[in-house]
T-cell receptor, first 111, second 112 residues
Framework: RKEVEQDPGPFNVPEGATVAFNCTYS??????FFWYRQDCRKEPKLLMS???SGNEDGRFTAQLNRASQYISLLIRDSKLSDSATYLCVVDKSGSARQLTFGSGTQLTVLP | DGGITQSPKYLFRKEGQNVTLSCEQN?????MYWYRQDPGQGLRLIYY???????QKGDIAEGYSVSREKKESFPLTVTSAQKNPTAFYLC???????????FGPGTRLTVL
C-alpha cells in the first residue's frame, strides 16, 4: 500500500460547484497533515494545514478522520482560478520523520 | 523578502556531463530538501538535510549528490550516473522535518 494515496482525477466541474477530494494514508502514527496546491509547471504552495478538529479557510474546508486514516478537502463555490493539482501531504512517522507527498488530484473548473 | 531561490530556471546539458543546481534560502530554516517531479507524477524525494554538514538519502538518491556547507545553501549535483535526469527539480525548506515546506520555483533540466 502506498504511504499516501489520492484519486488522480481529473475532476472536471462547472464553476460554482462543490467538489471534494479524499486522501488516504498508511501510517496510523502520522501527526502532520497538509493540502498543497500546484499550478501547471509551477512549484507547490501550501493551501492549508489540516487539524484534528477540522478547519475552514473561506471556501475551503479540510477534515481529518484518524480512525479511517484519511483526510479530505472540500471546495465550495468553485472558481476558474481553483483549477490546479491538489497534493495531499502526510508526515512519515517513525525514525525517519519527514513529509510524504501524494501524487495529486487534478481539478479543472469549467466556465 | 524571505524565500527560496533556485537557479537556473531552465538548464540543458549533454549526456555524460555532471551539472549542479543551486538552491538558496533566507528563511533561516534548518531543513532543506530536493525533489524530482516527472510529467504527470508526484514529488519524489532525492535528498534532505536537517542541519548543516548533515544530509540523508531520500527515495531516489542514486545518481545524485548534495552538500550542506552553509545553512542557506543546499546545491544538488546531477551526475552522469543518473540514467534519466530530464525532469523538474524542486528545492524546499522548512523549520523542522514535519513542518510546512516552502518551495523554490524549480529548475527544468533537459538532457540532450
Amino acid at each position: 500500500r502506498k504511504e499516501v494515496e489520492q484519486d488522480p482525477g481529473p475532476f472536471n466541474v462547472p464553476e460554482g460547484a462543490t467538489v471534494a477530494f479524499n486522501c488516504t494514508y498508511s501510517n496510523s502514527a502520522s501527526q502532520s497533515f497538509f493540502w498543497y496546491r500546484q499550478d501547471c509547471r509551477k512549484e507547490p504552495k501550501l493551501l492549508m494545514s489540516v487539524y484534528s478538529s477540522g478547519n475552514e479557510d473561506g471556501r475551503f474546508t479540510a477534515q481529518l478522520n484518524r480512525a479511517s486514516q484519511y483526510i479530505s478537502l472540500l471546495i465550495r463555490d468553485s472558481k476558474l482560478s481553483d483549477s490546479a493539482t491538489y497534493l495531499c501531504v502526510v508526515d512519515k512517522s517513525g525514525s525517519a520523520r519527514q513529509l510524504t507527498f501524494g501524487s495529486g488530484t487534478q481539478l479543472t473548473v469549467l466556465p | 523578502d524571505g524565500g527560496i531561490t533556485q537557479s537556473p530556471k531552465y538548464l540543458f546539458r549533454k549526456e555524460g556531463q555532471n551539472v549542479t543546481l543551486s538552491c538558496e534560502q533566507n528563511l533561516n530554516h534548518d531543513a532543506m530538501y530536493w525533489y524530482r517531479q516527472d510529467p504527470g507524477q508526484g514529488l519524489r524525494l532525492i535528498y534532505y538535510s536537517q542541519i548543516v554538514n548533515d544530509f540523508q538519502k531520500g527515495d531516489i538518491a542514486e545518481g545524485y549528490s548534495v552538500s550542506r556547507e552553509k545553512k542557506e545553501s543546499f546545491p544538488l549535483t546531477v551526475t552522469s550516473a543518473q540514467k534519466n535526469p530530464t525532469a523538474f527539480y524542486l528545492c524546499a525548506s522548512s523549520l523542522g522535518l514535519v513542518d510546512e515546506q516552502f518551495f523554490g520555483p524549480g529548475t527544468r533540466l533537459t538532457v540532450l
